[in-house]
């Protein structure tokens, strides 16, 4: 094609006059901008690529789509290039202005910002972890005022509450505390995961840690008709990590409820030893299927596809579990069958509370 088709000098002529425009209205887009020599620049290649767009020709709008100020300019742009189309005396005809305005629309296509590359650039960058370690503190800040107003209005300190409102607000302390234990997840994962909150050994109650699981998941298992039953060893004072062993449990606890229809989830202490004590959580659930269990433990894993059961895509949960367990120098196991419900099970050595602690 010898020299510029009749579109692009229209378009070129109206582009010209509308930067010049456009430069005049600096104020508009100055947010945006570092300088106006950015604007300038950004200007000429808008330019460059509009009348190149009109004769099918493609530029490289990856850099300037980085930045919200391209975007501005381009509408800024069309906006005058329209108001200058109906101001001419021999205007556009009717194919010449539809070939003007697919230009803006190819290149505003292009300017569009790629949000999940750009999400996707950010987490696998050098502050990825750190970003993600961000966001799940900012969850988990509302999410404890949220429990904090539930157990405060829970406990009729707010002023009297029905036996529903009771069990309903149960609920929602619940499904907040859920939500929070998946943020702690994530900020746990990103540690490691194997951090003992408490660095040395503590004396503690194992019935106690075992009846504070059941309040958390009692509303949750009333909703569904189902029992927890807690079965404590006889001697439960401890020497130990209370805080780690309280979340696995309500871990454990809080999976076995969500994957059981009908039945009961059964918490469990059982003596092994003079030092040895086994904590078990069976359910009477529907198993877990051969072919989830290679995943089993695994952070982030793919979403099982199969109808009748389906992890969480996360997995966060029990992978912090395994690592805890083994912090603790134990080993999480677990026995399921189709049909058949569901055990997860560890020992510890947990020295009783009146005894000096081994080292």
């Known amino acids: 094609m010898s020299g510029i088709t009749r579109e692009q000098s229209v378009l070129r002529r109206l582009l010209d006059e509308a930067a010049l425009h456009v430069m005049d209205d600096w104020h508009v887009v100055r947010q945006d901008a570092a300088s106006r020599e950015d604007v300038v620049k950004t ?5 460059r690529a509009l009348t190149g767009a009109l004769d099918g020709g493609t530029e490289d709008m ?25 101001a001419e005396e021999t205007p556009p005809d009717g194919r010449e202005l539809l070939a003007i305005l697919l230009a803006f629309e190819s290149i505003a296509k292009q300017l569009e910002p790629n949000w999940d590359q750009r999400f996707a650039d950010r987490l696998t960058g050098p502050d990825g972890l750190e970003l993600v370690v961000e966001l799940a503190h900012d969850l988990r800040s ?35 505390f859920g939500l929070s234990s998946v943020a702690s997840d994530v900020i746990e994962l990103a540690r490691g995961g194997d951090r003992l909150v ?21 509303p949750i298992a009333e909703e569904k008709g189902l ?50 004590v086994e904590f078990s959580v069976r359910d009477t659930g ?45 080993s999480l196991q677990v026995e399921t069958g189709p049909g058949q419900g569901t055990r997860f099970y ?9 005894q000096p602690e081994r080292p």
């Open 43 to 47: 200007l000429g290649a808008l330019t």
């Open 286 to 330: 529907r198993g877990i299927p051969p072919q989830a269990m290679a995943m089993l433990f695994e952070p982030f894993r793919r979403r099982q596809k199969d109808r009748d059961y389906a992890f969480s895509g996360s997995g966060l949960g029990l992978s912090i579990c395994r690592k805890l367990v083994e912090a603790m120098g134990g």
């Open 227 to 276: 029992e927890v039953r807690l079965i404590p060893c006889e001697r439960s004072s401890r020497i130990g990590h209370p805080v780690a062993l309280s979340r696995i449990l309500l871990n454990l606890t809080t999976n076995a409820l969500k994957f059981t229809d009908e039945g009961r989830v059964e918490v469990t202490c059982t003596e092994v030893g003079d030092l040895g």
């Open 62 to 86: 990856q850099e300037l789509a980085t930045s919200q100020l391209p975007r501005r300019l381009l509408g800024l742009l069309r906006s005058r290039v329209i108001r200058l189309t109906g």
């Open 346 to 354: 560890f020992v510890l050595d947990l020295p009783l509370a009146a």
């Open 142 to 176: 509302p999410l404890t005022s949220i429990l904090f107003l539930g157990e405060t209005m829970k406990r009729g300190r707010s002023g009297p509450v029905t036996p529903l409102q009771e069990r309903q607000l149960g609920l929602i302390y619940s499904a907040a």
């Open 198 to 218: 408490d660095l040395e050994p503590l004396p503690f109650s194992v019935a106690d840690i075992m009846e504070s699981v059941r309040d958390i998941v009692q």
